[in-house]
């Protein structure tokens, strides 16, 4: 394969429009086969917009660092320069297409042989290459022109400003992993240095006398490094405690989108309720969001929301959040995070409300519309009552309805139900009362797709499925159009729901779709498709439909699992933007199992119960990571008096 092409592209793309104009690290960036450096297996990478791994946990730089450290450096023909962190070559290579000598120091000894064979290869001869303790430096060879280091040490080593030049330059990354910034610094003097910054960067830490101490050093390394695990703990963006600021930070990335999903790999996993709280929080208050649509009953969810929002009650209202599964909503993290709400709404301009997608709660959809009604037009009441009057007797168990209909040859109700809704949505300009009128008309909705919803899901397959999202998805429109134009949206929901249908079995192999891939359909680039993943920890579950909540503990991810990866990653808690990251993203691509618990959880048969096969970068935009979760607990009379009111929703 010839790279030149692509070699050619890549100054063109990535250097020099990104401002590096010196013609001749430009030429020498053009000059050195960067395919040659890579692991084998990853050559089709070469010229990505990244770092790649290379052995020994290391990497090669992004091909801009090496441009804009060489630039930096202002390397002259027949200067002297010295690189610390040698690692596969690559930059100095690219740096003795600049220099007169180059002489390189790298740590470990099969990466300082490995690119002593490649520079050999390609009959690179002004380059000596040593392996040892670089934040030392090159003493015998000292004085340089130039310093450049690969790798971020806690500050500036000393041992390498007293072997510049006079007016030499050393390039140096100093800083934390994750908050480095690169350095220059000119001897302008035998004593004196003048410093500048160049910006923020990232580089694999400097270890040695003047870096980081070495890590535990004495575990037998894998014979074959696990380069795509490598590539995710490289690309791991670390994630902070839930209540430092810096978390919901991380996200403003996605403050400009239309539409947030946030996602989750079961539905009692704390750690998953409080990633999407604190979220949610930042885009709420720094960036416009005014609506949280949770996978929950929607009566139920109003329930809420009329306490978030401080609007009345409705009278005769049940508590909300009774049927199974209950610790999926009435759950500690759902409660602070709904006392948070309801406190920012007091001095909010536009108040944010709590709303549900789902569509099970039929006869509290029937009762809030009927309650409606009675207040609005007594006379709409009494035919309404007398259309749902076909559904009362199955209420209780919406699910025999379905069965009596198909079975025993019971009166199908799907006429009523629908005439009621018709009527109803008729009448949005004669009632006109905004909140109250959106409410009654999407209980409305729910009975007429509940209704169907219970008849067709006896048939199994796609369809029941298909019809539950898309009345997900067009509660959430409805919601986006009642509060106008520009109106932007956070979604809850299980990742099975926000994961993109079209790239997971549910879509390749049983034909169902999802909110996930209708928002994408519909908002494209406006919307954020972000799903969380665990490794291992507990989680509130049930054995059964409709059985008690346990707490089970969640077994280990399966090798050739993405969760094996992140877990491999070494990182414990982390966001993975796929579009920082095109290389991985496209690793990433290639179909490997994701674990999806939902309400019920089976240790027993993990793999064809929860298992399936998914391509996790197209999938989600976004990945969140937490190597180890808790159970939620669920909300009880213990929770009483906690700062909480005796108005409390949930009414524990
Ligand atoms: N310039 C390299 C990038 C390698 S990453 C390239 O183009 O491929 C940084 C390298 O620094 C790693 O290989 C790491 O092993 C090495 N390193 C870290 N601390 C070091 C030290 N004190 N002395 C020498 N090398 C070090």
Redesign the pocket.
């Known amino acids: 394969m010839d790279f030149t092409k692509a070699r050619a592209r890549m100054v063109h793309a990535q250097i020099a429009r990104r401002g590096v104009s010196d013609s001749r690290v430009l030429d020498a960036m053009r000059e050195v086969p960067r395919e040659a ?1 890579i692991s084998a297996g990853f050559e089709e990478f070469a010229y990505e917009d990244s770092p790649l791994p ?1 052995a ?1 946990g ?4 992004q091909p801009y660092i ?1 441009a804009a450290m060489a630039a930096a450096a202002d390397i002259a023909p027949g200067d002297r320069v010295l ?10 290579a690219v740096l003795s297409r600049l220099a007169g000598m180059v002489f390189a ?4 000894q099969s ?1 300082t042989e490995a690119a002593r064979e490649r520079l050999a290869a390609l009959g690179y001869r002004n380059v000596q290459l040593m392996t ?4 030392k430096g090159w003493p015998q060879e000292a004085p340089f022109d130039a310093i450049i280091v ?2 971020g ?1 806690p500050r500036v080593p000393q041992a390498l400003k007293g072997q510049l030049k006079l007016g030499g330059s050393l390039v140096v990354p100093v800083g934390e992993s994750h908050d480095q910034r690169l350095k220059r610094i000119v001897r302008s003097g035998e004593t004196s240095f003048e410093e500048d910054d160049l910006g923020a960067v990232r ?7 003047e ?1 980081w101490p070495a890590r535990d050093e004495t575990k037998p390394v894998p014979a074959k490094p696990k380069i795509l695990a490598q590539m995710i703990g490289h690309a791991a963006e670390p994630l902070p405690a839930f209540d430092d600021p810096n978390f919901g930070r991380l996200f403003d990335r996605f403050g400009h989108k239309r539409v947030v999903l946030l996602g989750e790999a079961s539905h009692g996993s704390s750690e998953f309720y409080r990633a999407r709280a604190a979220i949610t929080k930042r885009l709420i208050t720094e960036h416009g969001f005014t609506i949280v649509a949770v996978e929950a009953d929607w009566p139920d969810a109003a329930a809420i929301d009329r306490y978030v929002r401080h609007r009345v009650a409705r009278a005769g209202e049940e508590v909300p959040f009774q049927r199974f599964p209950t610790w999926m909503w009435r759950n500690t993290d759902v409660a602070t995070f709904t006392e948070w709400l309801r406190r920012h709404n007091e001095k909010a301009p536009a108040p944010c409300g709590f709303y549900g997608l789902d569509i099970y709660n039929m006869r509290g959809a029937i009762a809030a519309v009927l309650s409606y009604l009675d207040k609005m037009d007594p006379e709409a009441a009494a035919i309404a009552r007398e259309r749902y009057g076909c559904l009362t007797p199955w209420q209780k168990e919406p699910s025999v309805y379905g069965r009596a209909v198909l079975t025993a040859g019971y009166r199908k109700c799907e006429e009523e139900v629908l005439r009621q809704c018709r009527a109803l949505l008729e009448k949005q300009f004669e009632y006109d009362d905004g909140d109250e009128f959106l409410d009654a008309a999407q209980n409305a909705r729910l009975i007429a797709t509940a209704e169907r919803y219970y008849r067709i899901m006896y048939y199994g397959g796609a369809e029941s499925w298909n019809l539950r999202d898309s009345h997900m998805f067009d509660t959430l429109t409805h919601l986006l159009n009642s509060r106008g134009d520009d109106a932007k949206a956070v979604v809850w929901a299980h990742n099975s729901h926000i994961g993109d249908a079209r790239q997971t079995e549910m879509g390749s192999a049983r034909d169902e779709l999802n909110i996930g891939q209708l928002v994408r359909e519909r908002f494209g680039q406006d919307a954020a498709l972000i799903g969380m993943g665990t490794h291992c920890g507990t989680v509130a579950c049930a054995s059964d439909w409709d059985g008690e909540m346990e707490i089970k503990r969640v077994r280990p991810s399966r090798d050739g699992s993405y969760e094996r990866l992140c877990h491999d990653s070494g990182e414990p808690r982390f966001l993975l933007d796929f579009a920082h990251d095109p290389a991985l993203a496209r690793r990433l691509m290639e179909p490997l199992l994701e674990r999806f618990i939902g309400v019920i959880y089976r240790p027993e048969t993990e793999l064809q119960s929860h298992y399936a096969q998914a391509a996790l970068s197209r999938q989600y935009d976004a990945f969140l990571w937490f190597d180890e979760t808790n159970a939620v607990e669920e909300l009880g009379p213990e929770h009483r008096g906690e700062g909480v009111p005796d108005t409390y929703p949930f009414g524990v």
């Open positions: 450096f290379i020994e290391q990497t090669i730089s090496v690189e610390i962190g040698a690692g596969s070559g690559y930059a100095a120091v790298e740590r470990h990466l040892g303790d670089g934040s690969s790798a040490g580089f694999v830490p400097l270890v040695g006398a870096g």
